[in-house]
């Protein structure tokens, strides 16, 4: 599953630790869901998309074709 969570914090000018602490989480936890090393809980996604005033599916890309 693919993110758009870094290109979303910086047209918000928000941190990585700005993001962390909005959804309560570490900093580490933000940098794997970006890098895509770490797919969040269903809760923490939908925290995250919150802090963007987003739905989920304009935050994260779920099953595009060639992905496994």
Known sequence: MRNRIK???KA??????DLAKQVGVS????IAI???KYNPSIELAYNI????DS????????GE???E
């Not at 900093?27 to 933000?30: A, D, G, K, L, Y």
């Open 7 to 9: 290109d979303l914090r």
């Open 12 to 17: 918000k000018k928000m941190t990585q630790e």
């Open 27 to 30: 900093r580490q936890s933000i």
């Open 34 to 36: 970006e890098s895509g």
């Open 49 to 52: 998309s919150k802090a963007f």
């Open 55 to 62: 739905i989920i599916e304009e935050v994260f890309i779920f």
């Open 65 to 67: 074709r060639g992905e």
